[in-house]
């Protein structure tokens, strides 16, 4: 079997900013809170760290930043992917020569390609880093879904050990499954998904509400890992109505939001993403409060 990155929840953490940059000091605060909080990994820069509004600086700011906080405590994921291949392989070895522990690469967005185009924009990538990787497939903000014969395609190079699926579509993430076996581990990208994705050999989750919740997205995937199918099934269904309020807007709206909400200094997200609307602060203050997390 292949190097396993981490199994259970990897947060993929917000970035907090202020006018002028990444806001470092609140930052250290949300990495420390999901250490404390057992996260099993932290991914930063990825979509709900809105890198695509970040600087090339920026990022490499906060990859840095966060090797550094975490400290090998858990391992940290790099969010290098893009739509332009040169730029992801500058970006990958930057990651690595900080010490980031694996790379999540996302398909091209806005270009896309074809599935040949994917093999070889992913392989290109893998042949200049040691890092093991992590395909990310999200067909509702890249406009092209990774088939599973692709994925199977990719599983063959070495280094390309695993895909975070969030398509949603259960029967595709069951075919991969059925195609790659120990050759590629699959990851749930939907928060509302995690224990149907273990059960069809799923290791753990990049979730979005790991930001305010780790210890429970933790033990929710651990549970069932060690054979609890009963305790891991409540965690799931108790975390829908908040999983829900989560995804009320456009992500990360609200999870930045819930931050604020629980004391951090997030601010807003960046343009083009806007402030969250009052009735959807209503929905997510109401789905937290039941959830336990708010007074």
Same mark, same amino acid.
């Given at each position: 079997?292949?190097?396993?990155?981490?199994?259970?929840?990897?947060?993929?953490?917000?970035?907090?900013?202020?006018?002028?940059?990444?806001?470092?000091?609140?930052?250290?605060?949300?990495?420390?809170?999901?250490? &404390?909080?057992?996260?099993?990994?932290?991914?930063?820069?990825?979509?709900?760290?809105?890198?695509?509004?970040?600087?090339?600086?920026? &990022?490499?700011?906060?990859?840095?930043?966060?090797?550094?906080?975490?400290?090998?405590?858990?391992?940290?994921?790099?969010?290098?992917?893009?739509?332009?291949?040169?730029?992801?392989?500058?970006?990958?070895?930057?990651?690595?020569?900080?010490?980031?522990?694996?790379?999540?690469?996302?398909?091209?967005?806005?270009?896309?390609?074809?599935?040949?185009?994917?093999?070889?924009?992913?392989?290109?990538?893998?042949?200049?880093?040691?890092?093991?990787?992590?395909?990310?497939?999200?067909?509702?903000?890249?406009?092209?879904?990774?088939?599973?014969?692709? %994925?199977?395609?990719?599983?063959?190079?070495?280094?390309?050990?695993?895909?975070?699926?969030?398509?949603?579509?259960?029967?595709?993430?069951?075919?991969?499954?059925?195609? %790659?076996?120990?050759?590629?581990?699959?990851?749930?990208?939907?928060?509302?998904?995690?224990?149907?994705?273990?059960?069809?050999?799923?290791?753990?989750?990049?979730?979005?509400?790991?930001?305010?919740?780790?210890?429970?997205?933790?033990?929710?995937?651990?549970?069932?890992?060690?054979?609890?199918?009963? &305790?891991?099934? &409540?965690?799931?269904?108790?975390?829908?109505?908040?999983?829900?309020?989560?995804?009320?807007?456009?992500?990360?709206?609200?999870?930045?939001?819930?931050?604020?909400?629980?004391?951090?200094? %997030?601010?807003?997200?960046?343009?083009?993403?806007?402030?969250?609307?009052?009735?959807?602060?209503?929905?997510?203050?109401?789905?937290?409060?039941?959830?336990?997390?708010?007074?």
């Amino acid at each position: 079997m292949k190097k396993l990155v981490f199994k259970g929840c990897g947060t993929a953490i917000i970035t907090p900013f202020t006018e002028t940059g990444v806001n470092f000091e609140e930052f250290g605060k949300l990495l420390e809170f999901q250490i &404390k909080g057992n996260v099993d990994a932290i991914i930063v820069c990825g979509t709900t760290g809105e890198a695509s509004t970040m600087t090339d600086e920026e &990022k490499k700011q906060a990859i840095k930043f966060a090797v550094e906080v975490v400290n090998k405590r858990v391992p940290v994921v790099a969010g290098t992917g893009g739509n332009c291949t040169r730029s992801s392989i500058e970006l990958s070895k930057y990651a690595e020569s900080v010490g980031v522990d694996a790379l999540m690469l996302v398909t091209p967005y806005y270009n896309k390609t074809t599935q040949a185009g994917l093999v070889t924009h992913f392989e290109t990538i893998a042949k200049e880093t040691t890092l093991p990787i992590i395909l990310y497939n999200v067909p509702s903000r890249t406009g092209m879904n990774m088939a599973p014969a692709t %994925c199977l395609a990719l599983s063959k190079t070495e280094n390309i050990v695993a895909v975070k699926e969030a398509s949603s579509d259960i029967s595709q993430i069951a075919e991969i499954a059925s195609l %790659c076996r120990e050759n590629l581990t699959i990851y749930s990208g939907n928060d509302d998904q995690i224990v149907p994705l273990l059960s069809l050999g799923g290791k753990g989750v990049i979730s979005v509400i790991g930001n305010i919740i780790p210890n429970d997205v933790h033990t929710m995937v651990h549970s069932f890992l060690e054979g609890d199918i009963q &305790k891991a099934t &409540k965690l799931q269904l108790d975390t829908i109505n908040l999983s829900s309020a989560i995804f009320c807007e456009v992500n990360p709206i609200p999870v930045k939001e819930a931050c604020n909400m629980l004391g951090f200094n %997030c601010g807003t997200p960046r343009l083009p993403l806007v402030e969250m609307t009052a009735a959807g602060k209503e929905k997510l203050k109401q789905a937290m409060t039941d959830y336990g997390l708010l007074g």
